[in-house]
């Protein structure tokens, strides 16, 4: 190797080895820089508070249903997940205008609507545009976020909202490049972009879709079971009854379908879908300009047990008819006999007369052809 080979070889060596040295510096300063924003949780936990009796169970103090219950869990994560259409925008902006009167900030993600889609529903809710300008932070997202989106991020987080929307998981997630499906992708979205905003404080609920089949659905949303089993609030599931639109007054029943602090369900009614009833939410848009909302409280019994009373009540009025009916025939009367005796619908009329039967009011014997027969039996207790 010649002289200049030599320094050549050298030169590159001693620059080599300056770089491994800068590189070596910058991990060592970031290792160090994220030591030091990055909260420490491997240490055992303080449990002094909890023992001693000054702990106190989480309490859902965001937005509130119409007589007084809070809506969502603070600093936690929550959700709302229905099929399209089922009132899930309406749902989180009644939550969101109380937040406002209430002199707090509000953050709003979105990742399925625009901002005049959003703040033209809240307006007409009631809200006052000097309002929505000073305490509404509406956000939407078209990429995921790089360092210079989370500076901006973080400068709507130093307002301290009391709420924040996320409104499109699926987009949300999709935007992530993570995969709805995956329960690893779905804890990730999570971690990376819902946990950071409810460490400061805010309500988090996140707008999500369910499945299209009400057999297949149970409590989840669509994509990995983690969407529900992570969450540490509560999670809500919209069921509509009557469709929203302008001109009419649409109604959506609330069930919870997790409630991670357990002091929801308390205030909620067991239902035959297994979950928590919770309220209705009623929103009343004859007017486009303005529209009426509110989530009721459940009422002591829901429309299905009302309907059955209805039918038994209906099957109950018929029995005086039929006995009288049977009574005054001139030959035992069939089934068909009975019922073009009386006035009420064929299927409320065999069930009060098969209550009949049971009950020893009316007995049967075969007829010709064979029909059944029936008449009032002989014993007059009966």
Known sequence: MTANAADRARILRTVDAFEQEQRQAEADQAAADQDETAPRTWGAVDLAAILDGRYEAPKPTV????????????????????????????????????????DNDVLYLDFEDDAAGVVGR??????????????????????????????????????????????????????????????????????????????????VVTLDHVVKSAENRGRYSIGGVHKLNGLNGVAYTLDNIRPFGVGVTGRTRIYIAKDRPAQLRRNALPNKTGMHWFGDLVVNAEQPEFTDAHIYPPAQRDEDEQQENADAERVRKLK??????????????????????????????????????????????PGPRNATLHRIPDDPQK
């Open 122 to 203: 809240l307006l007409a809710l009631g809200a006052h545009p000097d309002d929505v300008l000073a305490r509404f932070h509406y956000v939407r997202p078209e990429n995921k976020p790089g360092p210079v989106d989370l500076v901006d991020l973080a400068a709507v987080l130093d307002h301290r909202p009391t709420l924040a929307v996320v409104d499109g998981v699926t987009e949300a997630m999709s935007m992530y490049g993570l995969e709805l499906k995956d329960n690893t992708d779905v804890a990730r979205f999570g971690r990376e972009l819902l946990r950071p905003i409810a460490d400061k404080g805010a309500a």
């Open 320 to 365: 005086p008819q039929i006995l009288a009916a049977i009574a005054a025939a001139k030959e035992p009367p069939s089934v068909r006999g009975v019922q073009d005796r009386v006035t009420g619908k064929a299927a409320d009329v065999r069930k009060a007369l098969a209550e009949l039967i049971d009950a020893g009011r009316v007995v049967t014997t």
């Open 63 to 102: 937005g509130r249903r119409d007589d007084g219950i809070g809506l969502f869990y603070p600093g936690r994560m929550n959700s709302i997940s229905s099929e399209s259409e089922a009132g899930k925008t309406w749902f989180a902006l009644i939550a969101c205008l109380q937040e406002i009167n209430n």
